[in-house]
């Protein structure tokens, strides 16, 4: 017989990827908005990693056409993109919940790239090329932030319970 699961603070999961998408929205200056991390990427991948039964790739669906709204981009394009990588993550979830911080980082950095390749190719076949190398670059800044970010949400999902 199966028990059925309590879930709490499902508003925490929410908050948080508000949050994210409120950094994704900030203006920054021109040299610095090619270095913004992907932070909605970061988020999902964190709650698929810690809750890959609550996180999925249906919930990765709806933030990736939110995102696509939220950027004027076109539509599906965030939303096929963050589905792959929610997939990934939850595939390998097991494994990267005992990596190292460091190990984490380097991970995310390879899912933000894959990612960004998947937008890549879909700009490519509408005909828009990236702008420059800068295109990469939260990757690089995506892996830099990762432990931060990592401790914060497990130290949240931790005190307010969220299971």
Known sequence: ???EQNHNG????????????MLTAMPLPDGVDAWRPAWVAMVLIYWCMALPERVGIGISWMLGILLDVQQGAVFGQNALALAIIAYITIKSYQRLRVFPLIQQA????CYVMIYQLLVLWIKGMIGVPPAAWTFWM??????VLWPWLFIILRDVRRKYKVV
């Open 106 to 109: 380097i991970i995310v950095c």
């Open 10 to 21: 499902g508003w925490v999961i929410v908050l948080s990827l508000v949050i994210a998408f």
């Open 1 to 3: 017989m199966m028990q």
């Open 138 to 143: 939260p990757a690089v800044t995506s892996m």
